[in-house]
């Protein structure tokens, strides 16, 4: 791209955009609820969501959190971790998942993928989130096999 | 694409390097919601507080990036950003495929549409001084725009270029950078619909 290089042009420029906002329109949309088929869905992403709750769950109880306390140290809104943990249909924000793999000490990306805000196709991370899935549960202690999976789960999303 | 532009540092006045490129990511998204929002939220609560002024805050601050990502996969979407000394000062998002001309004269024919551009909250004069700040950069929304027009060039769309301005905007696209408002738009919260023909933006990156 040839960018004008011309002082006395971004001068200009610069002093006509001062008077005034910039905004532009399009994704005004998304202040408005009708408008939400403007808005792109995020994948499908069932398998991998399950295992996303099975790990932020086993994640924080393995760390002896109460969800209170999750939402306290990682400043997420109390509501929406509640939401997250009881309702898998529930796609939560970015910052929320990102801040959650800061506290929770797991890999914020990967935690995205599996929260289906993004989409990466590997097959290998849909087999390794059904077998942790299905290998721990929801409520409880955690057992030693639960321990074990989740150890497993957190080495290889941190070695993909 | 990365490339060294040059805006203009409020302190000194004088030009300073800074990075055009489009190679956005989520972390970029974040570092908008973590560093801009909070500037953001000050100067709106100071606008606020001033009855004439209240109506500038921008709409749009009420919006999160965050919902957007997963637009970061589609081939038409292209999102530009500008970095200076470490920190990203403005964002563009535009999209080739999803809109064509309205002007009679080009009706129908291609253009690059502009979704998005938001420059950061410390780079706007009208909300820095509300807080008795200067801004810190100068001409990020400009640069951003200039980029929206050069791509539309190296598409073959010779410049043509389509935007739904916001009330508050309307002067910024049509008295200062030339474009022809065509009407509003009913399917678009009746914003107006903003067009360059390839002589305007001809005009307009010449500085005519």
């Known amino acids: 791209m040839k960018f004008n290089t011309d002082r006395k042009w971004l001068e200009r420029r610069a002093e006509q955009e001062d008077r005034h906002f910039i905004s532009v329109g399009g994704l005004i949309s998304t202040l408005d609820p009708t408008c939400e088929t403007e808005v792109a869905s995020p994948p499908s992403v069932e398998t991998t969501k399950t295992a996303f709750v099975r790990l932020l769950q086993l994640a924080r109880r393995e760390r002896r959190l109460t969800l209170e306390k999750l939402a306290e140290k990682a400043d997420v809104d109390l509501a929406e971790l509640l939401k997250i943990e009881t309702d898998e249909t529930f796609t939560p924000g970015l910052r929320t998942v990102h801040q959650l793999g800061l506290t929770l000490d797991l890999p914020a990306k990967k935690l995205m993928v599996l929260a289906g805000l993004l989409q990466v196709k590997d097959p290998h991370l849909q087999q390794a989130s059904v077998r942790f899935a299905a290998r721990s549960e929801p409520i409880g202690n955690v057992s030693p096999e639960e321990h074990a999976a989740l150890e497993e789960y957190v080495k290889f999303l941190n070695e993909r | ?208």
């Not at chain 2, 914003?191 to 023909?197: H, P, Y």
């Open chain 2, 1 to 208: 694409m990365r490339e060294t532009i040059q805006i203009i540092d409020s302190q000194s006045g004088l030009p300073i390097d800074a990075e055009i490129f489009d190679e956005i990511t989520l972390e970029h998204f974040i570092e908008t919601q973590a560093d801009w929002r909070p500037v953001v939220l000050d100067a709106a609560r100071a606008l606020s507080k001033d009855p004439n002024r209240a109506t500038l805050i921008p709409r749009h601050y009420h919006w999160d990036w965050t919902r957007k990502e997963a637009e970061l996969k589609m081939l038409a979407l292209k999102f530009y950003g500008i970095s200076c000394q470490g920190h990203l000062q403005g964002i563009m998002k535009v999209d080739t495929v999803a809109r064509s001309c309205r002007l009679p004269e080009q009706q129908g024919k291609p253009l690059v549409y502009i979704d998005y551009i938001e420059t950061a909250p410390w780079n706007i004069k009208l909300l820095m001084e509300p807080l008795g700040k200067r801004q810190q950069y100068r001409g990020v929304g400009s640069r951003l725009f200039e980029a929206a027009v050069l791509q539309s060039e190296e598409e073959g769309f010779k410049g043509r270029l389509g935007l739904h301005s916001l009330p508050g905007s309307e002067g910024f696209y049509v008295k200062e950078c030339g474009m022809t408002p065509v009407g509003r738009d009913p399917h678009k919260q009746n914003l107006l619909w903003c067009e360059f023909t390839p002589e305007q933006s001809r005009r307009y990156l010449a500085g005519e």
